[in-house]
């Protein structure tokens, strides 16, 4: 998907890829502001206690560092948002700096659905899908998966891309 281009990382995407690409990235930022909770899982996995074992630490570990972190990972998303066309599909093209926003921001949210859909390190995607598509093939856990699916296949795309 993505290829190297002088010192541009360039990708065209079909319209319901960058449909695909707005809602997940938008999400990532609702998630962020309007709906950021310590006690959502997904926020835990985001923004993981820097000291486990030691809540007032963490807490004071938080305090100064979690106001630039949330900031620089809705700046990532945002990075996505501002790159993909506008309704239609058609081309990307990212420079360095942007790519490795990208990256970022595709991780995140890849986290943040792995952590919804219940995924662990030892789950088979190929195997769930299987699953899912097996119980029933119309839903919203079989979209899910894919777009995760997706998701990973991008950003193994653009970081072969970044290493070619």
């Known amino acids: 998907m993505f290829r190297r281009q002088g010192d541009r990382y360039v990708a065209t995407f079909a319209v319901d890829e960058v449909r695909v690409l707005r809602k997940v990235a938008s999400e990532v930022v609702g998630l962020l502001t309007d709906g950021f909770d310590h006690g959502d ?30 900031t620089a990972k809705i700046d990532q998303a945002g990075a996505i948002l501002a790159a993909l066309p506008d309704s ?47 119980e029933d093939p119309t839903s919203s856990r079989v979209f899910q998966l894919s777009v995760y699916a997706y998701l990973g296949y991008l950003q193994e795309s653009l970081l072969n891309a970044l290493i070619d």
Request: glycine share 10%; net charge negative; proline share 5%.
């Open 41 to 70: 899982p997904v926020v835990g996995r985001l923004f993981p206690d820097a000291y486990p074992d030691d809540p007032a630490g963490t807490a004071e570990f938080r305090r100064y560092t979690e106001g630039d972190l949330k």
């Open 88 to 134: 239609a599909g058609g081309e990307v093209r990212l420079d360095a700096e942007a790519a490795e926003a990208w990256l970022r921001a595709l991780n995140d949210a890849r986290l943040a659905m792995g952590v919804r859909l219940e995924i662990k390190d030892g789950t088979d995607l190929g195997e769930e899908l299987d699953d899912a598509v097996a």
